[in-house]
């Protein structure tokens, strides 16, 4: 079965590591010299919850969350960031309160849509956007387009991996940065070195994996 040669970084947390390979990796709108594999964060319960208890301490005591929107397959992390939000032994703003958790459809690529019984989970509600991996941000553009046209109120950017500090005027808050690996470069396609030096693509990368190549 086809393979990367993933090292696995120790963090603060017991239960979470940055787990990464180097090489030249292609995204549907970037290359990068690194993979970022967060599979585990997104499927082991363990590590959902290590990565939630990390972002909840940017969020739990100052913002309002009605609705937490999972892109990526980040339901297990939202679920369990949904629960510590909520949990009565902190002093935060959501205590005593459920928290929706939803996951949209996509529609021509990138277009965001909503059924009619999930509307009212995002119209006059504060939602914050839960992603995997923040590169290009077009993705979470999308979701905040779809968070205002469907009425509902963006209440915050989580990510575990980001490299963008902000998106359309709203914070990103992410577990791990660029500052956490010696020499991460992310390159529009067209703008790629690796590419211009003719060094070939060692796999295709999205939220779900990687196809090597």
Same mark, same amino acid.
């Given at each position: 079965?086809?393979? !990367?040669?993933?090292?696995?970084?120790?963090?603060?947390?017991?239960?979470?590591?940055?787990? /990464?390979? %180097?090489?030249?990796?292609?995204?549907?709108?970037?290359?990068?010299?690194?993979?970022?594999?967060?599979?585990?964060?997104?499927?082991?319960?363990?590590?959902?919850?290590?990565?939630?208890?990390?972002?909840?301490?940017?969020?739990? @005591?100052?913002?309002? /969350?009605?609705?937490?929107?999972?892109?990526?397959?980040?339901?297990?992390?939202?679920?369990? !960031?949904?629960?510590? !939000?909520?949990?009565?032994?902190?002093?935060? %703003?959501? @205590?005593? $309160?459920?928290?929706?958790?939803?996951?949209?459809?996509?529609?021509?690529?990138?277009?965001?849509?909503?059924?009619?019984?999930?509307?009212?989970?995002?119209?006059? &509600?504060?939602?914050?956007?839960?992603?995997?991996?923040?590169?290009?941000? &077009?993705?979470?553009?999308?979701?905040?387009?779809?968070? $205002?046209?469907?009425?509902?109120?963006?209440?915050?950017? @989580?990510?575990?991996?980001?490299?963008?500090?902000?998106? =359309?005027?709203?914070? /990103?808050?992410?577990?791990?940065?660029?500052?956490?690996?010696?020499?991460?470069?992310?390159?529009?396609?067209?703008?790629?070195?690796?590419?211009?030096?003719?060094? &070939?693509?060692? @796999? !295709?990368?999205?939220?779900? =994996?990687?196809? $090597?190549?």
């Amino acid at each position: 079965m086809p393979t !990367l040669n993933i090292m696995k970084y120790a963090t603060k947390g017991s239960n979470l590591h940055l787990r /990464v390979a %180097m090489g030249h990796f292609a995204t549907s709108n970037n290359h990068s010299n690194y993979y970022i594999d967060v599979v585990s964060q997104k499927a082991r319960l363990t590590e959902a919850k290590a990565v939630a208890e990390e972002l909840r301490s940017y969020f739990y @005591a100052n913002t309002i /969350v009605d609705t937490i929107l999972c892109l990526d397959g980040t339901e297990v992390i939202g679920t369990c !960031l949904a629960d510590s !939000l909520t949990r009565a032994d902190f002093v935060n %703003m959501n @205590a005593h $309160k459920s928290i929706y958790v939803v996951t949209p459809e996509f529609v021509n690529g990138s277009q965001l849509l909503f059924r009619d019984n999930i509307v009212p989970m995002i119209e006059g &509600k504060h939602v914050m956007v839960l992603a995997v991996s923040v590169a290009s941000g &077009k993705t979470v553009e999308s979701a905040i387009d779809a968070i $205002k046209y469907y009425g509902g109120y963006v209440s915050g950017i @989580a990510s575990i991996f980001s490299t963008k500090e902000e998106i =359309g005027g709203y914070p /990103v808050r992410s577990v791990f940065n660029p500052k956490d690996l010696p020499d991460y470069q992310s390159y529009p396609a067209h703008e790629c070195p690796m590419c211009k030096r003719g060094q &070939k693509i060692d @796999a !295709l990368i999205n939220s779900h =994996g990687f196809s $090597k190549l």
